[in-house]
């Protein structure tokens, strides 16, 4: 029997505006350009979002990202495509992924 | 049922909340008031998620570690009293599904309460299809690259397995005489001496030293490590909170403990010390003040060291001439104890243990000399 997966994906919590308190989720998927984010909040198409997580012991704070896509399960949570809109930070999780990986 | 979770809340106001809340989602609560009560109920109850009323004793992370201990796959989920994200997300990296914020409504909680009970212990299904179809194609060329890595890798398991090789060494004169503490990293082993003042870190392999930390202002009788800190219990009995920088930078210390451990280790959740003097283990709280939970009475002959991993908890035994290996839920009983060979020397003395990846090690002192060695672990 496989261990549940749910519980190993990334935490992260994420702001969608300053002045509003952050929620939280998971990113079920990571890669330098997308992601998925899994959370019973819901967020609005278009959206966009600053992402807080920590990857192979590194911190990745306020990565920018927009809500592409957005599905709804039959539980009430809801999964998001996300765009990571800033180049750099791209960079950074690109180099963050391959470090993680294992050898 | 399969609708029937457990809750537990220590507040009454709370709990009539709760109540009034799972009933209108159609579930069959079972509540209790601490992590006790709750272990004695889970077997009975079977509960299909558990439900944690965070901000009360004990922290919801050691409440998490204790029910995933005995029921991995189940669901858990604190309750927070209010909107904390960085609480929500230190929880789920200590194993919680997700968190719930207060203040707890139905709305707030029914999500929750339909994905925990969908799990079971599987595998979370994606309604989405939609956002994997860019996927498919990647998975197919994993797919190739898999089944080439079989075949290079049965071809190197082939080669490994019909080539003779030569016997690796599992015991090391060191070069310095009293060994205190042992930590088996992944490549390394890191051992306190209490002459010298020092850290040594050596090769797992070959045994050379890497590195040497000098450590002026104290004397280390024993040694311990998790993932991110490094114990070392002092002679003056107080157990300094170090990181696993390269200066092993202090950053917290306990009051001193009486009798002075002379062993420790951590089992991942709890904290454990050893007095080989008066035969005494003590059980303690996680966290800065190490604060002792219970103490027991070792049951062999004469405990010279201990050691512990997420399973057991195991000590030398100078009487016995054995390992011993004990239940980290009443280490009074004695599980199995097997010979070690090494204490066919009539002068051998360990002086400290650890486990890790299956395999025991050890230090000793022996007439002049002193060792490290290593043994797998008994089934």
């Known amino acids: ?9 990334i935490p ?6 300053l002045d509003l308190p952050q929620l939280w989720g998971r990113l079920a998927y990571l890669s330098p350009s997308d992601a998925e984010l899994v959370s019973h909040f819901h967020l609005p198409e278009g959206a966009e979002l600053a992402l ?13 990202a927009r809500i592409a896509e957005a599905a709804h399960d039959r539980e ?23 470090k993680a990986l294992p050898r | 049922m399969f609708n029937t979770v457990q809750i537990i809340c220590a507040s009454e106001k709370e709990r009539a909340v709760l109540r009034g809340i799972f009933s209108a989602l159609g579930a069959d609560a079972v509540f209790s008031i601490d992590l006790n ?6 077997e009975k109850t079977r509960p299909a998620a558990v439900f944690v009323a965070d901000g009360e004793e004990p922290p919801a992370e050691i409440t998490l570690r204790e029910l995933r201990r005995v029921a991995p796959f189940l669901p858990v989920i604190p309750l927070l009293k209010r909107r904390d994200a960085s609480r929500a997300v230190e929880l789920m990296k200590a194993g919680a599904l997700d968190c719930a914020q207060g203040p707890w409504t139905q709305e707030e909680l029914r999500p929750l309460y339909r994905k925990a009970l969908s799990l079971g212990g599987t595998l979370i299904e994606l309604d989405s299809l939609g956002l994997r179809r860019k996927r498919r194609s990647l998975a197919l060329a994993l797919a190739v690259a898999v089944g080439l890595a079989g075949f290079a890798g049965g071809l190197y398991y082939g080669f490994r397995r019909f080539s003779p090789r030569a ?9 310095y005489f009293h060994p205190t503490g042992i930590v088996a990293k992944a490549d390394t082993v890191l051992i306190s001496d209490w002459f010298s003042q020092g850290l040594y870190e050596h090769n797992m392999k070959t045994f050379g030293i890497r590195r040497v930390t000098s450590l002026p202002d104290i004397t280390p009788v024993a040694m311990a490590a998790s993932r991110d800190s490094l114990w070392i219990v002092r002679s003056d009995g107080v157990i300094e909170r170090r990181l696993l920088d390269r200066a092993y930078t202090k950053a917290s210390q306990t009051r001193p403990f009486r009798p002075v451990p002379d062993s420790a280790c951590f089992d991942g959740l709890y904290f454990w010390t050893a007095d080989s003097r008066s035969g ?7 966290g800065d003040k190490l604060e002792v939970l219970k103490e027991f009475k070792y049951p062999g002959k004469k405990l010279s060291a201990i050691a512990c991993d997420t ?23 004695i599980v199995s104890a097997t010979p070690v060979e090494e204490y066919g020397s009539p002068s051998l003395r360990v002086t400290a243990m650890d486990s890790k990846d299956g395999r025991l090690w050890f230090t000793a002192e022996d007439g002049d000399k002193a060792l490290a060695f290593f043994r797998n672990e008994p089934k």
């Open chain 1, 1 to 9: 029997m496989s261990r549940n997966r749910a519980d190993s994906w």
């Open chain 1, 12 to 17: 992260v919590s994420f702001r969608t505006a």
């Open chain 1, 52 to 64: 807080d997580f920590e990857l192979g012991g590194a911190l990745f704070p306020a990565v920018r």
């Open chain 1, 76 to 98: 009430g949570y809801h999964n998001y495509r996300l765009v990571i809109l800033d180049r750099e930070q791209s960079s950074l999780l690109r180099a963050a992924i391959a």
């Open chain 2, 37 to 42: 009560d709750a272990l004695a109920l889970l």
């Open chain 2, 167 to 175: 016997l690796a060494p599992h015991s090391f004169y060191l070069p």
């Open chain 2, 280 to 286: 005494t283990i003590a059980k303690h709280m996680p």
């Open chain 2, 311 to 333: 399973r057991f908890l195991w000590a030398a035994d100078a009487g016995l001439k054995a390992v011993v290996k004990l239940s980290l839920d009443d280490p009074e009983t």
